[in-house]
């Protein structure tokens, strides 16, 4: 259960992709290097697991200067007894346009062990992937970059009920989600009470998730953009993600005053 809500809550984080054509990029990213966002997912009234996201330099030689994005989730408590999960997720992104050079994955799931590694040519566009090179159109990222590029969208014009297409590439695959905008809420959080924008992503039914299952995301409605928690109903109960802490933001926080 924990390998399917990280992946979901991260991957729509790129809930603006499909609109980066309409709305101007801002000219320079909202995060820097340094950034550590940690988060709590709950399972009713336990913590199923942590996971932390944060922004180094990058350790590569790449084609020009990059952000190394790094994305790291582990069950918690009594269900790191009974089926323990350490995911690892890294993206090299240009510090520029934060598309993609290079992606990996690290993900030991009970006694389930699975590795990849993807490099993005954005010029000629295709993947290369452990199980092949596969050929794509338009923008693509990787559900972690999809997140930080997502946070660098100009969303002043957007309308509740509008909707936006996503394409990340997971598991040898390119994938694409829908997500609705569904306007703004304050939000309370370990860190504080925040004004937010809240989004609606698609979910497909399966083992985790109900047919009529609903997955929301608030995300601060500041310069920094970050999500402070998603909530999403599955087969017995709900999963609920909340920010605990955030340090090395580019801006400051700005919680809502009582």
Request: proline share 3%.
């Amino acid at each position: 259960m924990k390998k399917y809500f990280l992946c979901s809550a991260l991957m729509l984080f790129g809930y603006l992709i499909g609109y980066a054509q309409e709305v101007s990029k801002i000219s320079e990213p909202v995060f820097k290097i340094g950034e550590k966002l940690s988060y709590k997912m709950q399972y009713g009234f336990f913590t199923a697991a942590e996971a932390d996201i944060r922004v180094e330099a990058s350790d590569k030689k790449l084609p020009g200067p990059a952000f190394h994005l790094i994305a790291e989730g582990k069950t918690a408590g009594t269900f790191d007894v009974f089926y323990k999960v350490r995911n690892k997720y890294e993206s090299y992104v240009d510090e520029n346009t934060l598309e993609p050079y290079f992606y990996t994955e690290d993900r030991h799931e009970g006694k389930w062990k699975h590795t990849d590694n993807v490099n993005f040519d954005q010029k000629d566009k295709k993947v290369t992937a452990n199980k092949g090179e596969f050929s794509y159109k338009g923008k693509t990222f990787d559900f972690v970059s999809a997140y930080y590029f997502a946070r660098t969208i100009d969303v002043t014009k957007l309308k509740v009920g509008q909707t936006f297409q996503l394409q990340y590439f997971l598991d040898d695959g390119f994938h694409d989600m829908s997500i609705t905008y569904s306007g703004t809420e304050t939000i309370k959080c370990d860190m504080g009470t925040f004004n937010c924008l809240k989004f609606n992503p698609t979910i497909i039914p399966g083992r985790i998730f109900r047919k009529d299952s609903k997955l929301y995301l608030w995300v601060t409605n500041d310069g920094n953009r970050i999500p402070v928690k998603a909530h999403v109903e599955v087969i017995l109960g709900s999963i609920t993600m909340e920010l605990k802490s955030a340090s090395g933001l580019k801006y400051p926080l700005n919680p809502v005053k009582k």
